[in-house]
């Protein structure tokens, strides 16, 4: 099931987005928006997890040897 999402945008910006989607061959604004997101996604996971590697650099890591250690 999806969900509706509405923004508003400036002239400007809705101008980007529409030279975007036909200039690199989107289907629609929709999935401009969606690739946005999925991008932005998999920035912030690689983000964390770079963090995560900096902590266990410095022993801060916990060493788990089952999920109930998640608790």
């Known amino acids: 099931m999806r969900s509706i999402i509405n923004i508003s ?32 996604m998999e920035d912030k996971a690689l983000l964390d997890l770079k963090q995560s590697r900096g902590e266990i650099k410095k022993g801060k890591g916990k060493l788990l040897t089952s999920l109930k250690d998640l608790r």
Do not use: I
Request: net charge positive; proline share 3%; charged share 20%.
């Open 9 to 40: 945008l400036s002239p400007t910006l809705a101008s980007f987005v529409d030279y975007t989607v036909k200039s690199e061959s989107y289907q629609s604004r929709s999935e401009f928006f969606r690739s946005l997101l999925r991008s932005w």
